[in-house]
């Protein structure tokens, strides 16, 4: 049986495989990483991470500069993001909100309307593999837009997100759009 890198104690399933050994579930969450980076590590050394997630970042992020994206993403389990790649979600409420009065403009019963993050800077509410409105609502910004359309630049104010519903005429067009050019 395998023994943790850093209790030596014996690990059974709950381990996390490093390129030189194992490390046992609890000892890599109590150096700051979740379930989540599990998979991300099996070409990371125990040197690499000993002293923490926070100090794994910094190092990394300091010899970004000098390494191409592929070889980051083989070597240091650094995954770019691409646009048009989800990421997780990480909706604020007021955002979850505009997504169900999207929801309630259209009968979806097949459930094609689906909420998704392809940047860091605004949520997409997508049909199929088309975008149908893009928005944020944040402190500092609230807006929508319907990337499909000619004014694709234009974006929409909007104070509440209940104010989506003024902009029904344009998100019919926009889903009318997508059947039109999605076959």
Known sequence: MAKCKRCNSSVGIRSVRLADGVLCLDCFEALGFGKSDRKLYSHISFEEIKNGKGKYLENL????????????????GLRISHYGEERELDASDDELEIFDVLKGMFNDPDGQLRLVRKSDNYLTAVVGGWDLARF????????????????ASEKHHIDDPDDVFDFAELARDSLAHIIKYSD
């Open 61 to 76: 992020l300091n010899h970004y500069d000098s390494i191409d994206s592929k070889t980051a993403s083989v070597q240091l």
């Open 136 to 151: 944020k609502c944040s402190s500092r910004a609230k807006w929508i837009f319907f990337p499909c359309l000619e004014k």
